[in-house]
């Protein structure tokens, strides 16, 4: 494999890491106010541990909401400006009985 390919952005590489972080965190647990912070941070923090060990030249961004089911909608929205050659994003929704987790992450290379 060349370098150019090394380096690219793997959306599906990405999708993976925000996945397994999302079920690590919040398997078998139910929405609790007082652990959001914390989930989320955890959430975090294991996908940048994650993508740095992919060893690629760019710089991470990653957002994470967990909102609690109620029979309210959410919307999120997500625009760049950049080089879409280089440069990706990625988006993974997972959610329970009583939650919805929804992790964004932008990569912008170096």
Same mark, same amino acid.
């Given at each position: 494999?060349?370098?150019?390919?090394?380096?690219?952005?793997?959306?599906?590489?990405?999708?993976?890491?925000?996945?397994?972080?999302?079920?690590?965190?919040?398997? #078998?647990?139910?929405?609790?106010?007082?652990?959001? #912070?914390?989930?989320?941070?955890?959430?975090?923090?294991?996908?940048?541990?994650?993508?740095?060990?992919? =060893?690629?030249?760019?710089?991470? &961004?990653?957002?994470?909401?967990?909102?609690?089911?109620?029979?309210?909608?959410?919307?999120?929205?997500?625009?760049?400006?950049? =080089?879409?050659?280089?440069?990706?994003? &990625?988006?993974?929704?997972?959610?329970?009985?009583?939650?919805? &987790?929804?992790?964004?992450?932008?990569?912008?290379?170096?």
């Amino acid at each position: 494999m060349d370098d150019e390919g090394e380096n690219e952005f793997v959306t599906e590489q990405v999708q993976e890491i925000a996945k397994h972080a999302i079920n690590s965190t919040l398997t #078998n647990v139910t929405y609790t106010r007082e652990k959001v #912070n914390q989930w989320c941070q955890q959430i975090i923090d294991s996908c940048l541990k994650e993508l740095s060990k992919l =060893d690629k030249p760019f710089k991470y &961004c990653v957002t994470c909401i967990i909102m609690q089911k109620n029979g309210a909608p959410l919307h999120t929205a997500a625009t760049a400006f950049w =080089d879409t050659k280089t440069d990706g994003l &990625c988006c993974m929704q997972v959610g329970n009985d009583t939650m919805d &987790c929804i992790v964004t992450i932008y990569a912008m290379q170096i």
